[in-house]
């Protein structure tokens, strides 16, 4: 412990290595949570209507082991290896030749570089776990909105929960800015959601975006909430101009905003501070 309090270097580096593990393992909850809640709302359907829930093999996050989505054939360790068993397979299943998706490496390398960030941000301490854990969290909820469009409760109210209690010592924002920054997160988006569907009669967002901006204020304070809302809104809009114009997307298809809200929060983690004393010197 003295050793990695005593040498920044070290301490990143073995972040950054636990870092991909951690990747690894989102990337099983990416693909895998949406599909463990589907299945459970259909048990619940079946409930209701008063039916037998059909009988499921275990599906968890742990079970069934790691396998090839086109072959069905387990995947070594070996090629289980964060980023590297990737490379080493040069990007197809060993087995089938299917080729396998470069988001994984993505999500893996993703998530080293911003906890070794958060590591030389904080030091060597609670105040970086605790920030991995955030980012691992976001990191999460973003690819899994971008694939589903949700942000499952599952994830955004513990998310929220332990953002108070994180904050009960100030350890990113006094209690007091955590608990209003919960709920001014939460108004905010619910009050944009419903101005602009009674302007359109449309809806403009979920819920979900509500409780993670509610989840980010119980992390940061409300003093970072306009960051993560205007990062947030000028990078959703400048993408989705993007893909209106040089992809030919349907602007009536709706573009999840939970990734920008996660990348919001993790710039006001890592520099809002900073950035808000910029703001403030240059006013």
Not at 11 to 28: D, E, H, K, R, T
Not at 107 to 120: F, K, P
Not at 190 to 204: C, H, I, M, N, P
Request: proline share 7%.
């Amino acid at each position: 412990m003295t050793l990695l309090a005593s040498n920044p270097g070290l301490w990143v580096g073995m972040v950054f290595v636990f870092a991909l593990m951690l990747g690894s393992f989102l990337n099983v909850v990416i693909h895998r949570l949406p599909k463990m809640l589907e299945a459970q709302w259909h048990e619940q359907c079946a409930e209701l209507k008063g039916e037998v829930p059909p009988s499921r093999p275990a599906y968890n996050l742990l079970v069934p082991a790691s396998a090839c989505p086109a072959c069905g054939h387990a995947i070594a360790p070996r090629h289980n290896l964060p980023v590297i068993g990737w490379l080493w397979l040069r990007g197809r299943c060993h087995h089938c030749s299917a080729k396998i998706s470069g988001r994984y490496p993505l999500v893996e390398l993703l998530t080293a570089v911003l906890a070794a960030a958060a590591a030389w941000r904080f030091g060597f301490g609670w105040s970086a776990l605790a920030a991995i854990t955030l980012i691992c969290a976001l990191v999460a909820l973003a690819f899994i909105d971008l694939d589903t469009s949700l942000l499952p409760d599952s994830v955004t109210q513990p998310l929220l929960w332990l953002g108070l209690l994180v904050n009960l010592d100030g350890l990113f924002a006094p209690l007091p800015d955590a608990l209003i920054g919960a709920v001014a997160g939460y108004l905010l988006l619910w009050a944009v959601y419903w101005a602009f569907k009674l302007a359109t009669g449309k809806e403009g967002m979920g819920y979900g975006d509500f409780k993670l901006l509610a989840a980010l204020g119980a992390w940061l304070g409300w003093q970072q909430l306009p960051l993560v809302i205007l990062a947030s809104s000028l990078v959703g809009a400048l993408t989705g101009i993007g893909l209106i114009v040089f992809a030919r997307h349907d602007r009536r298809v709706p573009i999840p905003f939970g990734p920008y809200l996660a990348g919001g929060g993790v710039l006001a983690l890592l520099a809002g501070p900073a950035l808000l004393g910029l703001w403030l010197h240059a006013a």
